[in-house]
């Protein structure tokens, strides 16, 4: 119980919850959880064991009609991908259209910004999807309305129209952070190209 209550503080932005247990001989008798920075505190606790191969966490939160989006992302140096995705801060272990926007977002505006800054040539080919998931731990988070949810776990989310906000909204974020912070961003490539060349030999 208490991993679920420290992680919808995590969701929850700003939002303080305290938890007592008045059970006699209680196990867990009072805790309190609050994070300031919301999903980019959960990225960095996520990341507390590995290296980061870039300082900042990217984090954004925008809305477009009724969507609210909130995502955060970092690089490490491992192979591992990461990705968590909340709708209505039910954890949606199967994905589902955020998943997919974000994944679009996520390739096609790494590429624009490898491109635009010569880190890809013109004449290579572009980073895959494989490429720039490895290494990244990425926590997409989305408020919608009228969640229709897939299964009867609510493990997939199936709103049509929450892919295309999810894809706009942080593809914008997302280039405009890349292009204010090339410390960030340059190290991302790198870590993408080393991830495209390593699938190439093998």
Same mark, same amino acid.
């Given at each position: 119980?208490?991993?679920?209550?420290? $992680?919808? +503080?995590?969701?929850?932005?700003?939002?303080?919850?305290?938890?007592?247990?008045?059970?006699?001989? @209680?196990? &867990?008798?009072?805790?309190?959880?609050?994070?300031?920075?919301?999903?980019?505190?959960?990225?960095?606790?996520?990341?507390?064991? +590995?290296?980061?191969?870039?300082? /900042?966490?990217?984090?954004?939160?925008?809305? !477009?009609? /009724?969507?609210?989006?909130?995502?955060? !992302?970092?690089?490490?140096?491992?192979?591992?991908?990461?990705?968590?995705?909340?709708?209505?801060?039910?954890?949606? %272990?199967? %994905?589902?259209?955020?998943?997919?926007?974000?994944?679009?977002?996520?390739?096609?505006?790494?590429?624009?910004?490898?491109?635009?800054?010569?880190?890809?040539?013109?004449?290579?080919?572009?980073?895959? +999807?494989?490429?720039?998931?490895?290494?990244?731990?990425?926590?997409?988070?989305?408020?919608?309305?009228?969640?229709?949810?897939?299964?009867?776990?609510?493990?997939?989310?199936?709103?049509?129209?929450? $892919?295309?906000?999810?894809?706009?909204? &942080?593809?914008? @974020?997302?280039?405009?952070?890349?292009?204010?912070?090339?410390?960030?961003?340059?190290?991302?490539?790198?870590?993408?190209? !080393?991830?495209?060349? @390593?699938?190439?030999? @093998?």
């Amino acid at each position: 119980i208490l991993d679920h209550l420290r $992680r919808q +503080a995590y969701l929850t932005r700003g939002v303080t919850i305290h938890f007592r247990d008045e059970r006699e001989r @209680a196990e &867990f008798p009072k805790y309190s959880f609050y994070f300031e920075g919301g999903v980019a505190s959960y990225v960095k606790h996520l990341n507390r064991n +590995a290296t980061a191969v870039h300082p /900042s966490v990217f984090y954004a939160s925008k809305a !477009l009609d /009724s969507i609210h989006v909130e995502i955060a !992302l970092q690089y490490t140096d491992t192979y591992k991908e990461s990705i968590f995705t909340f709708a209505n801060n039910i954890h949606t %272990g199967e %994905g589902g259209m955020h998943l997919t926007g974000f994944k679009s977002a996520l390739t096609r505006t790494l590429n624009n910004y490898a491109r635009e800054k010569s880190m890809v040539k013109e004449k290579d080919e572009n980073l895959t +999807a494989e490429d720039v998931r490895e290494g990244i731990t990425a926590i997409v988070s989305v408020k919608v309305p009228e969640p229709q949810f897939e299964g009867q776990t609510k493990a997939k989310l199936g709103n049509a129209e929450v $892919r295309g906000a999810v894809e706009s909204l &942080f593809g914008e @974020a997302f280039a405009q952070w890349l292009e204010e912070n090339p410390g960030d961003g340059n190290p991302i490539i790198a870590k993408c190209s !080393l991830a495209q060349r @390593a699938r190439n030999a @093998a």
